[in-house]
């Protein structure tokens, strides 16, 4: 009975703590992004989030996303799949290679694109030869964002692949199932719901990128500012109202992806259980 | 259910390595068609790797595996005509059981008439009926065995090997599904070829046993043969109930061969006496103390402290009781000897000079 209470009280102060934190770090800010961005009103508002460059922005950003989720969720499937079916020379190698752009800051990867992609480069004559921009432009965005988000998708199905082992993947292949058939009636039903889990915070991670993207845009209005930047330049130029309104786009799409998350969550949950 | 050809299979040569791991050491084997073969064997000692080499799961480095007389080293395992079951089953967790048995004829395009009734007659043959809506988690132990069972025959394969076949089901079920198997092998005529750890279960469900330890093939043979002949000391000490004595010289009537030898002492190969009953070679048998009395339902395993050595005896149920601690004589008929040269059975002197007076 004495440690039961004792274990109450503990338990409702490590709540409160958790609580206040939560209030202090994201409500309180949140709640101050939504009053900012309505200061002048609903109308200052809508006009300040249909304002050409905001939608332009937004729909960068979508596109940056997309792209980066798909290519990831390409690149995701195939890493992890051979690091957990083969064994090879190099696993250990390659499998702490895909995390390397969780420990590289974002700016580093933006400065290592231009140096591989930018005018000293040996490769910049012959893109630019085919016409190719990368630096200052939409692809190079695409890529800061990819690399920043390409561990997300590999990380969730790691482990889910690995206790799964090759047993039955084996026993299918020995009844003359091919890859393709292995793939989509044994490997995916068992990934599938870790796999969407990875795109949702891959996705939600490309949304947010600032650093890497920013080295790499080069800050063109309207053409290679994604929602982030385009929210700092709003915000340097002293545009508050502007600032926070675009904030609460980005607010929305985060609160969309989180949606998603719970219901994933919960849908594997169900399933495994 | 129509009777299957079955193939015969043949190793010759093999050795696997995994990395600086010899996991098998020159393999060389011979199976019948339609046999039922044991792989028997302690842990580590090779057996999984050569069922997987023989269903193309594993390429041997060398030597050749031969399927009726061809060798298939360069064919791909779903073209062996094996079928598999795993040792933890493998079935396919988010497919029904109905799928899992229809999954090796629908990748073969067989039409869906034909894997219809294919697939009701096996469920019938391995008395699941009315499972087939469910999936694997929702089944018990043996059900997923007998589930295995079935995918793996769907495609008519003309070999069946099986890793460790009831490993994961618990001791009661285990014995019924032993001779279930055996009896569902038997009716097929399948090759088979199913891997153990366990003796019993290697005597009970197999025409042939062969010995595997250390990546190599010990000795191949029927049970008896095992046991009235062991060619190696590790099968001598293996099979059977064997108890290991160095001072087998100080045993009346044994006497001493070469310096570094072993005796191996089963349980069949002695006989205890109370001290008041009457025994034949009194002069040939050795005073023993019950150390442990082992109840085993048919009969009564004794302990008896020999020189030393703890020797186990069965005992009938209808014979006097003994007590621990109780001196007894005991009578040791015969015992194997592991030499360099090999093993031999060694037969009490006093068997002999009473069969030259008779
Ligand atoms: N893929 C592999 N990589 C490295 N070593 C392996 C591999 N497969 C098997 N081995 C090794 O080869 C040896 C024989 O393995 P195998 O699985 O054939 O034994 P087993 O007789 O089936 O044993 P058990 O009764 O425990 O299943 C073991 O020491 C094992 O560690
Ligand atoms: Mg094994």
């Given at each position: 009975?004495k440690?039961q ?10 709540i409160t703590i958790c ?9 309180l800010?949140l709640i101050?992004?939504l009053?900012?961005?309505?200061r002048d ?7 300040a989030?249909t304002?050409e ?10 596109k ?7 290519i990831n ?11 957990c079916?083969?064994?090879?020379r190099?696993?250990?190698?390659l499998?702490?290679f ?5 420990t590289?800051?974002?700016?580093i990867?933006?400065?290592?694109y ?21 630096i200052?432009?939409v ?5 800061a964002?990819?690399?920043v ?5 590999s ?5 889910v ?43 939600a991670r490309?949304m947010?990128?600032f ?6 845009s ?6 290679t500012?994604?929602l982030?930047?385009?929210i ?5 130029g ?6 926070f ?12 992806v ?9 849908r ?6 | ?17 995994f ?5 098998s ?5 011979t199976?019948?068609g ?7 064997g ?8 050569i ?20 060798v ?6 779903s ?13 396919f967790?988010?497919m ?7 999954f ?7 039409p ?5 009734s294919r697939?009701k007659e096996?469920?019938k043959?391995?008395g ?22 079935a ?7 003309r ?10 089901i618990d ?18 005529g ?19 046993i ?11 043979g029927?049970?008896?043969?095992l046991?009235?002949?062991?060619r ?8 059977g109930?064997?108890v ?24 069949e190969?002695v ?8 025994i ?17 339902g048919?009969?009564?395993e ?7 050595n703890?020797?186990?005896a069965?005992?009938?149920i209808?014979?006097?009781?003994l007590e621990?601690g109780?001196k ?5 008929y015969?015992?194997?000897l ?15 000079e009473n069969?030259?007076v008779?």
């Amino acid at each position: 009975m004495k440690t039961q209470k004792k274990g109450g009280a503990v338990k409702w102060i490590l709540i409160t703590i958790c609580v206040i934190f939560l209030a202090v770090f994201l409500i309180l800010p949140l709640i101050y992004i939504l009053s900012t961005a309505f200061r002048d009103g609903i109308s200052s508002y809508i006009k300040a989030v249909t304002d050409e460059y905001a939608v332009k922005a937004a729909l960068l950003t979508l596109k940056a996303t997309f792209f980066a989720v798909v290519i990831n969720t390409i690149f995701g499937l195939f890493a992890s799949w051979c690091i957990c079916k083969f064994t090879f020379r190099g696993k250990k190698v390659l499998s702490t290679f895909i995390d390397l752009p969780v420990t590289v800051s974002p700016i580093i990867a933006g400065l290592i694109y231009i140096l591989t992609f930018g005018r000293q480069s040996f490769l910049y004559p012959i893109l630019d030869d085919m016409g190719i921009q990368i630096i200052f432009a939409v692809p190079g965005i695409i890529l800061a964002t990819i690399f920043v988000t390409f561990p997300f998708i590999s990380r969730e199905l790691i482990p889910v692949l690995t206790a799964q082992g090759t047993d039955e993947e084996e026993a299918a292949a020995l009844m003359g199932a091919n890859a393709f058939t292995i793939f989509k009636n044994i490997t995916f039903p068992h990934i599938k719901w870790a796999l969407l889990y990875g795109i949702v915070l891959c996705a939600a991670r490309a949304m947010g990128e600032f650093g890497a993207v920013s080295v790499l845009s080069g800050h063109l209005r309207g053409k290679t500012n994604t929602l982030p930047l385009y929210i700092e330049l709003l915000y340097q130029g002293y545009d508050f109202t502007g600032a926070f309104a675009s904030s609460s786009i980005l607010m929305i799409f985060a609160i969309i992806v989180l949606i998603l998350r719970v219901i994933l969550e919960q849908r594997g949950k169900k399933e495994r259980g | 259910m129509e009777i299957q050809n079955s193939s015969s299979i043949e190793l010759r040569g093999i050795n696997k390595s995994f990395g600086s791991f010899q996991a098998s050491k020159d393999i060389n084997l011979t199976i019948q068609g339609g046999r039922l073969v044991a792989l028997l064997g302690p842990s580590g000692s090779g057996k999984t790797t050569i069922l997987r080499m023989i269903a193309g799961l594993e390429q041997p480095d060398s030597g050749e595996i031969l399927i009726d007389g061809k060798v298939v080293n360069d064919v791909p395992g779903s073209e062996r005509g094996i079928g598999f079951v795993f040792q933890s089953y493998a079935l396919f967790r988010y497919m029904t059981v109905y799928d899992n048995i229809a999954f090796g004829l629908r990748v073969k395009r067989v039409p869906k008439k034909e894997v219809d009734s294919r697939v009701k007659e096996l469920l019938k043959l391995i008395g699941c009926e009315g499972l087939e809506k469910r999936y694997p988690g929702q089944l018990s132990g043996g059900q997923r065995q007998r589930v295995a069972f079935a995918r793996a025959l769907a495609p008519n394969p003309r070999i069946l090997l099986l890793d460790e076949p009831f490993a994961a089901i618990d001791a009661k079920i285990r014995l019924e599904l032993r001779s279930w198997l055996r009896e569902m092998i038997t009716r097929l005529g399948i090759t088979s070829i199913f891997v153990t750890h366990d003796q019993n279960e290697a005597i009970e469900v197999a025409d042939d046993i062969i010995v595997t330890n250390e990546g190599r093939i010990e000795q191949s043979g029927s049970a008896a043969e095992l046991y009235s002949s062991p060619r190696t000391p590790f099968v001598v000490k293996f099979i059977g109930n064997s108890v290991l004595v160095d001072n087998y010289y100080e045993f009346r009537s044994f006497s001493r061969a070469e310096a570094d030898t072993v005796g191996v002492i089963r349980p069949e190969f002695v006989e205890i006496y109370k001290t008041s009953e009457d025994i034949r070679y009194s002069r040939s048998a050795d005073e023993g103390y019950v150390r442990d009395i082992i109840f085993r339902g048919s009969s009564i395993e004794v302990k008896v402290d020999i020189h030393g050595n703890l020797i186990s005896a069965i005992r009938s149920i209808n014979d006097a009781p003994l007590e621990i601690g109780e001196k007894v004589w005991v009578f040791v008929y015969r015992m194997f000897l592991i030499g360099k040269d090999g093993v031999r059975l060694v037969e009490n002197s006093a068997l002999r000079e009473n069969s030259i007076v008779i």
